[in-house]
């Protein structure tokens, strides 16, 4: 596609369910990034993949959160046992990191009731 | 922790007059990066400074970057109403592509 993708929109679910989000890049970019952003904060690094090895796993909060990359595209995050303090907007980006500038989609709003 | 720390966190300006936000960051790095957010979705894009660049200009937009200090700025001049949004900025350290964001100017610009 010509942009970053994200599903879905929104999601609303029960405390302890478990949840994934998806993440479609743009086609071609190298590297990929999941952050999370409560109301009115900043973003909150989560962890990103280059091809599809993570790096970096450190923003990951708790072991109840996960996320892979396969094919060098599509990205998943796994929230487990969802907690409310889970409820959050989660935005993924892409990059062609030669070029340094981040592609971000329109996130998916998770509310956890 | 962040990388990177913005101020003001929130700026109210009257439409005409210009607007500037700073960023400071920890770590030596390649790039700085200024993005803006409308309604707490997705981000775009508004302009990358290299390491080794002290100034760039893109329309109404000038960045500065003072490695030494670690800090950048941001103006944007002859403010519109349409230019109310977050600002971040992003940077990655040296070496690494681990883009970490600031905390965030919320720019309010009054027609």
């Known amino acids: 596609g010509a942009g970053v993708s994200q599903s879905p929109s929104n999601k609303v679910t029960e405390k302890g369910k478990d949840v994934e989000l998806r993440c479609d890049p743009i086609s071609g970019h190298t590297a990929l990034y999941w952050y999370r952003q409560s109301l009115g904060q900043g973003l909150e690094f989560l962890i990103y993949?280059?091809?599809?090895?993570?790096?970096?796993k450190s923003g990951l909060p708790s072991d109840r959160f996960s996320a892979e990359r396969t094919g060098g595209s599509v990205s998943t995050l796994t929230i487990q046992r969802t907690q409310q303090e889970d409820s959050a907007v989660y935005l993924c980006?892409?990059?062609?990191?030669?070029?340094?500038?981040?592609?971000f989609g329109e996130g998916s709003r998770l509310t956890v009731l | 922790s962040q990388q990177g720390e913005e101020d003001p966190q929130a700026l109210s300006i009257q439409e005409g007059e210009n607007a500037t936000m700073n960023c400071s960051y920890k770590?030596?790095?390649?790039?700085l990066q200024w993005y803006r957010q409308n309604s707490g979705r997705g981000l775009v894009h508004l302009i990358l400074?290299?390491?080794?660049?002290r100034e760039k200009h893109s329309g109404r937009l000038r960045v500065t970057l003072d490695t030494s200090k670690k800090s950048s700025s941001l103006l944007i001049t002859a403010s519109r109403a349409a230019d109310t949004a977050s600002y971040f900025c992003a940077t990655a350290p040296t070496g690494t592509y681990k883009y970490i964001f600031g905390t965030g100017t919320r720019l309010k610009v009054l027609a």
């Open positions: 400074i290299r390491s080794n660049e």
């Open positions: 980006a892409s990059i062609l990191v030669e070029a340094g500038e981040l592609f």
């Open positions: 770590t030596s790095i390649n790039n």
């Open positions: 993949f280059q091809g599809n090895s993570a790096p970096d």
